[in-house]
């Protein structure tokens, strides 16, 4: 029998708990409940306390202004007022679709640019060495592209090499610096 009632109280419980807080929070907030309004008055005589007061005369000030209720529904809508200030203003749809426009015809003229054709060829052709000392395969690609028949081209692949003197190669010769050069080259290009 006991363990009978101790599966009820198992069962039970989670819901009694709920109960509890229901009932706590009731009472918590019975005492910020709405205003309440004078009972209406008992037919016959009243007393003084209860007799209407007086009409405000015309030289006394008015009753102060109401508050302003900071209730959640109050709240939200000064959210939304606020919110309004944020956003940028609406467009009309003609001044949208001038945007628009004006940003396909940019887009269009970008994608002229680079749809031009391109084909990629293979080669050998020499890099210059620029003034501080470093190849520029962007003149080697253009002689590249232009010994098979297109105007520029753009260095895809490069290889290098070292070219000697032939006295580097006799027995017994000591190599000393400057006999022998680094040179690069183009072997792939993108011309155009």
């Not at 009932?23 to 709405?34: K, V």
């Not at 508050?67 to 709240?75: A, P, V, Y």
Request: include cysteine.
């Amino acid at each position: 029998m006991s363990d009978r009632i101790g599966r009820l109280f198992e069962l039970a419980g989670p819901q009694l708990a709920t109960a509890g807080l229901v009932a706590s929070m009731l009472a918590i907030s019975s005492e910020a409940g709405w205003p309440q309004t004078a009972p209406p008055p008992a037919l016959g005589v009243q007393s003084p306390a209860q007799q209407p007061l007086p009409e405000p005369q015309q030289n006394e000030p008015a009753a102060p202004p109401r508050q302003e209720n900071s209730g959640l529904i109050n709240e939200i809508g000064k959210l939304f007022e606020k919110s309004k200030s944020l956003l940028p203003p609406l467009k009309s749809p003609g001044e949208t679709i001038e945007e628009l426009n004006a940003g396909a015809k940019g887009a269009g003229e970008s994608l002229s640019n680079i749809a031009k054709p391109s084909i990629m060829v293979g080669g050998r052709a020499a890099c210059l060495v620029a003034t501080n000392g470093a190849p520029d395969c962007k003149a080697g690609a253009d002689r590249l592209c232009q010994s098979k028949g297109y105007k520029e081209g753009k260095s895809l692949d490069t290889d290098a090499a070292e070219k000697c003197s032939p006295k580097v190669y006799l027995p017994g010769y000591k190599r000393q610096p400057g006999d022998c050069k680094t040179e690069n080259y183009v072997t792939r290009a993108l011309c155009q």
